[in-house]
C-alpha cells in the first residue's frame, strides 16, 4: 500500500467530516453477550466487511494450580474454544492485548510459559500481533519475549483491508525504564516521550481510519491506567483518523467513548473455570466506518455507527 501523507479521506468518509461528527457523538449500542462459548450477532451492514480480527486478553497461561477467579491451566481449552469462531470465515488476524502469560520465579520457568502458549496460538487462523502486558515482561526481558513470539517490536503499526493498526506498548516505569526482571510494579504504566513521537507521526502517515491495540488502559487515570494517558488520548484525537481503542489489564468489561474515540476494554479470558467463563470476541470493520464487536461467553458485544447520535 502507497502511504501518502496529504491524504485526508477513508472509508468513504472525509477526515474533516469524521473529526466534526466523532466530536460532536459516539453511538454506541450494547449487545449482551449469551452465557457460554456464544455470543450475540449484533445487526451489521449487508456488505462483507474489509477486516474481521479475532481479539482477546489477558489469558495469564502458566502452569500452576488455580489462585481465586484466576484458572491459569484453563486459558489452554479457553483459547481451543476460540479457534472455531475464528475459523469460520477465517479472520485476518488475531490481536492479543497483554498478559499472555502468568509470572514465574525464574527466567526458565516463564519462557516455558510462554514457549507452550504461543504454540497454541500459532494454529489459530491469520497473523497474530501480541501487546506486551506487565506480566509478559515480568521476569523476562521485552526482547525475549519478542524474540519467542517472533514479532519483531514492542510498538508497530500495520495495515490491513484498508484500515490502520497501531499497537502500542505502556511497559515503561516512571523514570522510562523498561519492564523486566521484576524490576517494575503493575500500576506504574508509563508511555515514554520516545513513542509518543513516534505514534503522532505514524498517526500523520495513515492512510487509512484507525485503530488501537495496548494493554493498560487509555480512558480514565487510576491503577489500570497509563499514568499519561491524557498525552496519548490528545494525540488520539488530534489525528482525526482514530474510530477505537482496545484495551485489557481490568479484566472486566468496561466501555467509554471521549471525544469521538470508543475505548473497548476486553476481559480477560484467565477469569473462571473452563469454556463456560470464555471471554473473546471477533470484530468486523466496514467501508462506512461502522464497526461490529460480536462477544463471546462473559465478552459483551457492541455496534458502533459514525456520526450516529447518543
Not at 449482551?32 to 480480527?53: C, K, L, Y
Not at 475459523?87 to 490481536?95: G, I, K, W
Not at 491503577?223 to 474510530?243: D, P
Request: charged share 20%.
Amino acid at each position: 500500500m502507497t502511504v501518502r501523507a496529504n491524504h485526508q479521506s477513508f472509508a468513504g468518509v472525509t477526515r474533516r467530516g469524521f473529526l466534526k461528527s466523532s466530536v460532536a457523538s459516539c453511538a454506541a449500542i450494547v449487545i449482551r453477550p449469551r452465557a457460554g462459548v456464544g455470543g450475540e450477532t449484533p445487526s451489521v451492514p449487508a456488505e462483507a466487511p474489509q477486516v474481521r480480527f479475532g481479539i482477546m486478553a489477558d489469558l495469564h497461561y502458566a502452569d500452576k494450580d488455580p489462585v481465586g477467579t484466576r484458572h491459569y491451566r484453563d486459558s489452554l481449552v479457553k483459547l481451543a474454544a476460540a479457534k472455531p469462531e475464528f475459523a469460520r470465515p477465517p479472520v485476518d488476524f488475531v490481536a492479543e492485548l497483554g498478559d499472555l502469560i502468568d509470572a514465574a520465579p525464574d527466567v526458565a520457568v516463564e519462557r516455558s510459559y510462554l514457549q507452550r502458549i504461543s504454540a497454541e496460538l500459532a494454529a489459530l487462523p491469520g497473523r497474530r500481533y501480541y501487546v506486551l502486558g506487565n506480566h509478559c515482561v515480568d521476569t523476562l526481558t521485552k526482547a525475549e519475549f519478542l524474540q519467542i513470539t517472533g514479532q519483531p517490536a514492542a510498538h508497530f503499526s500495520f495495515a490491513c483491508g484498508g484500515w490502520h493498526f497501531i499497537v502500542l506498548d505502556g511497559c515503561y516505569r516512571s523514570d522510562g525504564a523498561p519492564y523486566g526482571r521484576k524490576n517494575s510494579t503493575w500500576t506504574d504504566a508509563n508511555m515514554p516521550a520516545e513513542e509518543l513521537a513516534w505514534l503522532r507521526a505514524d498517526l500523520q502517515r495513515a492512510a487509512g481510519p484507525c485503530l488501537v491495540f495496548v494493554h493498560q488502559r487509555l480512558d480514565g487515570t487510576g491503577a489500570y491506567f497509563i499514568k499519561n494517558a491524557a498525552a496519548v488520548r490528545e494525540a488520539l484525537e488530534t489525528s482525526g483518523r482514530v474510530r477505537a481503542v482496545f484495551q485489557g489489564h481490568y479484566h472486566k468489561n468496561a466501555y467509554n467513548c471521549i471525544r469521538g474515540i470508543h475505548y473497548c476494554t476486553v476481559a480477560a479470558m484467565i477469569e473462571g473455570s473452563g469454556v463456560k467463563h470464555n471471554a473473546f470476541a471477533v470484530v468486523s470493520l466496514f467501508r462506512d466506518g461502522h464497526i461490529r464487536v460480536t462477544g463471546f461467553g462473559k465478552q459483551e458485544s457492541y455496534r458502533w455507527v459514525p456520526g450516529a447520535a447518543n
